[in-house]
C-alpha cells in the first residue's frame, strides 16, 4: 500500500515562503510520477506542478517561476518550494503519486496520479 505524508505549509504573508514536503512510502518500483495539486473553496482543482523519476518537471502557468518542484529519488521524498506566495495560492494542496514511467501530458487533470495524499492547508495573507 502507498502511503503519502504531506507536512510544511501554514501561513504566510504576501511575497514570502513555504515548502512543502511528502514522503511515500510503499512504492517499490524505481519509476513514477509525483504531482502536487491544490483546491481553494469554489474552485476547481488544480494541478499546480509534477516530477517523474527521471527529473522531469512540470508546472502550471500561474507558478512557473515562483514554485519548484523537486526529490529525493531514493528516498522518495518531494518538496515543493513556494516562494513570491500571493493570496490566490492560499489553498489546500495535495500530494499526488502514480506509477506512470513518466509524467502524462494531461498530468494536471490528475491522470495517472493513483494515491492522493490527505491535504495539508496553506493560506497567504495580502
Given amino acids: 500500500e502507498v502511503r503519502l505524508a504531506e507536512s510544511g505549509g501554514g501561513s504566510a504573508q504576501s511575497g514570502g515562503s513555504l515548502t512543502l514536503s511528502c514522503a511515500v512510502s510503499g512504492y517499490r518500483y524505481d519509476t513514477y510520477c509525483m504531482g502536487w495539486f491544490r483546491q481553494s473553496p469554489g474552485r476547481a482543482r488544480e494541478g499546480v506542478a509534477a516530477i517523474d523519476s527521471y527529473g522531469n518537471t512540470k ?29 490566490e495560492d492560499s489553498a489546500t494542496y495535495y500530494c499526488t503519486f502514480g506509477a506512470d514511467d513518466y509524467c502524462p501530458n494531461n498530468w494536471f487533470l490528475g491522470h495517472g496520479m493513483d494515491d492522493w495524499g490527505k491535504g495539508i492547508l496553506v493560506s497567504v495573507s495580502s
Avoid: C, G, H
Fill in 59 to 87: 508546472y502550471a502557468d500561474s507558478v512557473k517561476d515562483r514554485f519548484t518542484i523537486s526529490q529525493d529519488s531514493v528516498a522518495k521524498t518531494f518538496w515543493l518550494q513556494m516562494n513570491e506566495l500571493q493570496p
